[in-house]
């Protein structure tokens, strides 16, 4: 690798506000902002990520306390919709009470406390207990109780349903359970600031849920840094900016900046490089940037590795061997190779415009541009270079992240039950509308379990998903490993590693404190 122990705290490649300064449409003055958390070392027991006893503490302080996103508006459209929103062995129904009004009630009948709702529905008069019968008006007034003469101490009054706090953000509903909670809107305090077009301007033309072996904090912290990309992304390094990405911290949001363009600082490459997919395809070949071992795709679950003193090997996709004088692979590469890709894909194009750093980002920017002029107009001539390159994603916490104005990514992840070493990880591509547009409707749910493979969801593309399978093989493997490390801490890097620790440092103020932390008055909305 090129990039070694320097002393610095900052990568020794171009800075992405250096990166920025060049481009055709500049950015918003809120990409240029630097808000990096101060220099630290930050170490969280390892109990943090598997213990019964670590599980339900976040039960009791987080997700009893805590402003959480439960769905989108669009998935209760209508007057009488409902959606059953889990969490940690809790469950909420969210209503559509009444025209514009939702409510979110605890999902347990006051007579014997079974679940109101096993499912989501549509168009309901009234919230009708399985049971015994027992109903509740939309709005949670107790409405019937069959044979109410065998229930004295029963009334409106003692037995109406019990309201969790609900606030609204972008068209996703949230809810906190905690009657006391501070408003949602000081909760995310200048979150609107980061995004030009209005969140509520978006609309779900993807969405899964994929069950994962790990816990909810491991699965969402390795989607909080670009540092891993050296180790699981190598197929991105010769486009992509991974140790010089910007990192940023607020009061409950933080912000990873990666450019597209300059390749990474750990190769010695000076442009992008589009001999690193030597026949040309996506996904059929790759020139690993740092060791130039080639991984050839033969048949799904069949790859060559060949080294640069031509010899070779066969593996699987999961990097066992097959057979040939090379005995080791990369099990990531193998992945990207040979794993799953959808036949429609199997032989796309790397796109991969010749040419400087600058001319790559301009060239894809402009390519972009174009695809979406027929539905955006001229205003597509307004969108900033960066919008249309880079990864910008944002963390609210505990656990949402919404990507920036033309990446439609938006993830949230969440314990699986009561299990605390298993999670869901939810994506959703929110595709951003031009003001005035017919809004689609929403896309239906993918659920993939432990052991389907990201690719079986339908319209995200191979490229997106396969990323995905990438980290997943980290996923069982940190959550085997993090029980055995000697120390009984992990550590993370300062910098790179910042939204992590601030996650957790945030997470130590929600877990230790008898009252919910308040937020700090929100500022003013910077141009």
């Known amino acids: 690798m090129v990039e070694t122990l320097t002393g610095h705290n900052r990568s020794n490649g171009i800075s992405y506000n250096e990166i920025l300064e060049g481009d055709t449409v500049p950015p918003p003055a809120v990409y240029l902002e630097d808000s990096p958390?101060?220099?630290?070392?930050?170490?969280?027991?390892?109990?943090?990520?598997?213990?019964?006893?670590?599980?339900?503490?976040?039960?009791?302080?987080?997700?009893?306390?805590?402003?959480?996103?439960?769905?989108?508006?669009?998935?209760?459209?209508?007057?009488?919709?409902?959606?059953?929103?889990?969490?940690?062995?809790?469950?909420?129904?969210?209503?559509?009470?009444?025209e514009g009004e939702y409510k979110a009630f605890p999902n347990a009948c006051l007579h014997r406390g079974r679940a109101i709702c096993d499912a989501d529905k549509k168009g309901l008069k009234a919230l009708r207990c399985p049971f015994h019968g027992w109903s509740w008006e939309l709005n949670g007034k107790l409405k019937e109780v069959p044979c109410q003469w065998d229930f004295p101490t029963v009334s409106e009054e003692t037995?109406?349903?019990?309201?969790?706090?609900?606030?609204?953000?972008?068209?996703?509903?949230?809810?906190?359970?905690?009657?006391?909670?501070?408003?949602?809107?000081?909760?995310?305090?200048?979150?609107?600031?980061?995004?030009?077009?209005?969140?509520?301007?978006?609309?779900?033309?993807?969405?899964?849920?994929?069950?994962?072996?790990?816990?909810?904090?491991?699965?969402?912290?390795?989607?909080?840094?670009?540092?891993?990309?050296?180790?699981?992304?190598?197929?991105?390094?010769?486009?992509?900016?991974?140790?010089?990405?910007?990192?940023?911290?607020?009061?409950?949001?933080?912000?990873?900046?990666?450019?597209?363009?300059?390749?990474?600082?750990?190769?010695?490459?000076?442009?992008?490089?589009?001999?690193?997919?030597?026949?040309?395809?996506?996904?059929?070949?790759?020139?690993?940037?740092?060791?130039?071992?080639?991984?050839?795709?033969?048949?799904?679950?069949?790859?060559?590795?060949?080294?640069?003193?031509?010899?070779k090997g066969v593996f699987d996709m999961e990097a066992n061997y097959i057979e040939g004088e090379v005995k080791n692979a990369d099990t990531h590469m193998c992945n990207w190779v040979g794993g799953k890709i959808a036949p429609e894909e199997e032989d796309m194009d790397?796109?991969?415009?010749?040419?400087?750093?600058?001319?790559?980002?301009d060239a894809i920017a402009g390519a972009r541009r174009e695809d979406m002029r027929e539905v955006w107009g001229d205003y597509v001539d307004e969108i900033a270079d960066a919008d249309l390159n880079d990864s910008i994603f944002y963390s609210v916490f505990p656990n949402i992240s919404p990507w920036a104005d033309f990446n439609p990514i938006f993830y949230r992840f969440r314990p699986d039950g009561d299990n605390?070493?298993?999670?869901?990880?939810?994506?959703?591509?929110?595709?951003?509308?031009?003001?005035?547009?017919?809004r689609p409707e929403p896309a239906e749910c993918t659920f993939l379990d432990l052991h389907d493979d990201y690719t079986l969801a339908p319209n995200f593309g191979s490229y997106l998903l396969k990323i995905f399978n990438q980290d997943y093989l980290n996923h069982k493997a940190v959550q085997k490993g993090v029980k055995n490390h000697p120390h009984g801490k992990t550590m993370f890097a300062q910098y790179q590693e910042s939204k992590i620790r601030h996650f957790h440092e945030t997470l130590n103020e929600w877990l230790e404190s008898d009252e919910p932390p308040k937020s700090p008055k929100r500022t003013k909305a910077a141009a």
């Open 37 to 98: 958390m101060e220099p630290g070392v930050t170490q969280v027991e390892i109990s943090r990520y598997w213990t019964r006893e670590e599980h339900d503490r976040e039960v009791e302080k987080l997700w009893k306390r805590v402003w959480q996103m439960a769905c989108h508006r669009d998935d209760i459209p209508n007057v009488g919709d409902t959606h059953v929103y889990d969490i940690a062995g809790l469950s909420f129904i969210i209503v559509h009470a009444a």
């Open 159 to 311: 037995h109406s349903l019990t309201e969790a706090k609900v606030g609204q953000w972008g068209g996703f509903i949230f809810i906190n359970p905690d009657p006391d909670c501070e408003p949602l809107e000081d909760f995310l305090g200048d979150i609107d600031r980061h995004f030009r077009i209005p969140f509520e301007r978006r609309y779900k033309a993807a969405h899964l849920v994929k069950r994962l072996p790990c816990n909810w904090k491991i699965a969402q912290e390795a989607f909080m840094e670009s540092y891993h990309v050296v180790g699981t992304h190598p197929v991105l390094m010769p486009t992509f900016s991974d140790a010089n990405s910007k990192y940023d911290v607020w009061h409950n949001m933080s912000r990873a900046m990666s450019a597209s363009g300059p390749p990474s600082p750990h190769t010695s490459l000076e442009n992008p490089d589009p001999t690193a997919f030597p026949d040309g395809k996506l996904f059929k070949s790759f020139l690993h940037p740092i060791n130039n071992h080639i991984y050839r795709r033969l048949e799904e679950n069949r790859v060559e590795v060949e080294f640069p003193n031509g010899k």
């Open 350 to 361: 790397a796109p991969f415009p010749p040419g400087t750093p600058r001319e790559y980002r």
């Open 420 to 438: 605390p070493e298993q999670s869901l990880h939810e994506v959703m591509y929110m595709l951003p509308l031009p003001e005035g547009a017919e």
